[in-house]
């Protein structure tokens, strides 16, 4: 695999936004944190932007750290537990989870605020003699990590009955091909399926590119990534 250039994404949240959404997309209750399963798949996610070559802030790093210390903690009897004298409660998963709860109200108030700025640009004055059009639904934008978890799942999909093709027809490619390629194929303005841009793809590797390039066109806000629905197949649409 040969890359031009190292894909900066600046559309990173930070840590408490990959715990938020690890905790809605495994239906967790934020007030009893499966400590050990969160911190695997955050991990798992660690390894992915590690895999993928991504810059991220150090506060991921630190969050991971902090992680597998409250793991560590919870796995020891109550007698063995390390003295903390900052900490009043005997779950050490506490203070994480006031930390969660205080970021999410901030979120929430921030999304209702940006609901109310986009109802508002969507209402018109009535014309003389015409009928009010009616705003059309905006389509739902996806996060990095949903973008991340859906690339995971291809991956996880296809390099298994592709792995002996990649050895026999390994070939070299670069996030510009690849850029060029998305470009081309959404040109028309027809939505692409995200799934369909992984189709022809023969190698790991050419997945990889393939997904680099979708997210420097992200960046460069050249294409836009949505979710029409909850739970629907995330869509790549040109800007």
């Given at each position: 695999m040969s890359?031009?250039?190292?894909?900066k994404l600046?559309?990173f949240?930070?840590?408490?936004?990959?715990?938020?959404?690890?905790?809605?997309?495994?239906e967790?209750?934020i007030?009893?944190?499966p400590?050990?399963?969160?911190?695997?798949?955050?991990?798992?996610?660690?390894e992915?932007?590690?895999?993928?070559d991504?810059?991220v802030?150090?506060?991921?790093?630190v969050m991971a750290?902090?992680?597998i210390?409250?793991?560590?903690r919870?796995?020891?009897?109550v007698h063995?537990q390390?003295?903390?004298?900052?900490?009043?409660?005997?779950?050490?998963?506490w203070?994480?989870?006031?930390?969660?709860?205080?970021?999410?109200?901030?979120k929430?108030?921030?999304?209702?605020?940006g609901?109310?700025?986009?109802?508002r640009?969507?209402i018109?004055?009535?014309a003389?003699e015409s009928a009010?059009?009616?705003?059309?639904?905006?389509?739902?934008e996806v996060?990095?990590f949903?973008?991340i978890?859906a690339f995971?799942?291809?991956?996880?999909?296809?390099?298994?009955?592709?792995?002996?093709?990649?050895?026999?027809?390994?070939?070299?490619?670069?996030v510009?091909?690849?850029?060029?390629?998305?470009?081309?194929?959404?040109?028309?303005?027809?939505?692409?399926?995200?799934?369909?841009m992984?189709?022809?793809a023969?190698?790991?590797?050419?997945i990889?590119?393939?997904?680099l390039?979708?997210?420097?066109?992200v960046?460069?806000?050249q294409?836009?990534?949505?979710?029409?629905?909850?739970?629907?197949?995330i869509?790549?649409?040109r800007?």
């Open positions: 890359q031009e250039y190292k894909v600046e559309v949240e930070g840590p408490l936004d990959l715990l938020l959404f690890l905790i809605k997309r495994d967790v209750d007030y009893d944190i400590i050990e399963h969160i911190t695997k798949q955050y991990l798992d996610f660690m992915l932007f590690k895999m993928l991504l810059d802030a150090g506060e991921f790093v750290a902090n992680l210390y409250i793991k560590s919870a796995l020891l009897p063995a390390p003295p903390d004298e900052e900490a009043e409660e005997e779950d050490p998963r203070e994480l989870v006031r930390q969660l709860l205080e970021y999410k109200k901030f929430d108030a921030a999304a209702q605020l609901q109310r700025e986009a109802d640009q969507g018109f004055a009535r003389a009010e059009p009616v705003p059309e639904r905006p389509l739902g996060s990095v949903d973008l978890n995971n799942k291809v991956l996880k999909r296809i390099e298994d009955k592709r792995e002996d093709l990649a050895e026999i027809f390994e070939e070299n490619f670069t510009a091909d690849k850029i060029d390629l998305i470009l081309k194929i959404t040109a028309g303005g027809v939505a692409l399926k995200f799934t369909e992984f189709a022809e023969a190698s790991r590797g050419e990889v590119v393939t997904f390039a979708m997210l420097e066109l960046r460069l806000k294409l836009r990534c949505v979710q029409p629905e909850p739970f629907a197949e869509e790549i649409v800007v």
